[in-house]
T-cell receptor
């Protein structure tokens, strides 16, 4: 079974803090993705990576950055957290058919 | 702009009462249509991929179908454990690296 794990299920941070969300997959997938999910807006793609050290912006990259130093690990960074970044963050990975994505359990982030 | 619209937003069924969920899409040269199931507090779980009009896929009580403009997820004799949010997503032709456009989802509740 594909397993995608995320470092935290719940996080509470203060405005202005730097926040790291980590994602690890165990299926040797080339492609990894970060989404946020908000009520009424659905899942929106923040960033994705198709190889180590490679990244591309998704639909809503503003305020976020990513890092992929190893194939199995993809990190999402909020440089200076703001209240409008309160959301559920979902990581996914995909292999040779990258559209078939396997999701982690999500991190619910609250920024106060 | 690629768009995916799901209806209804919410659906309540009695156990055993069959019904269908709708996913309408407007994408340039559809490359694939995906269905996911999401349980509360969890990440989406992959169900089906459909690639061409007329294609059908089945899994237990679920059957997904695809036309040139929409996809249906038919649920036959549902059980309470089928209660979840069902997400539809599309990939446009020429899209890089598995970029999915998600619909808002349909929240399905099956009462015993």
């Amino acid at each position: 079974d594909v397993k995608v794990t995320q470092s935290s299920r719940y996080l509470v941070k203060r405005t202005g803090e730097k926040v790291f969300l980590e994602c690890v997959q165990d299926m040797d997938h080339e492609n990894m993705f970060w989404y946020r999910q908000d009520p009424g807006l659905g899942l929106r793609l923040i960033y994705f990576s198709y190889d180590v050290k490679m990244k591309e912006k998704g639909d809503i990259p503003e305020g976020y950055s990513v890092s992929r130093e190893k194939k199995e690990r993809f990190s999402l960074i909020l440089e200076s957290a703001s209240t409008n970044q309160t959301s559920m963050y979902l990581c996914a990975s995909g292999g040779t058919s990258p559209e078939t994505q396997y999701f982690g359990p999500g991190t619910r982030l609250l920024v106060l | 702009e690629d768009q995916v619209t799901q209806s209804p937003e919410a659906l309540r069924l009695q156990e055993g009462e069959s019904s269908s969920l709708n996913c309408s899409y407007t994408v340039s040269g559809l490359r694939g249509l995906f269905w996911y199931r999401q349980d509360p507090g969890k990440g989406p779980e992959f169900l089906f991929t459909l690639y061409s009009a007329g294609e059908e896929k089945e899994k237990e009580r679920l059957k997904a179908t695809l036309t040139k403009k929409e996809s249906f997820l038919h649920i036959t004799a549902p059980k309470p454990e089928d209660s979840a949010t069902y997400l539809c997503a599309a990939v446009a032709g020429g899209t890089s690296y598995g970029k999915l456009t998600f619909g808002q989802g349909t929240i399905l509740t099956v009462h015993p």
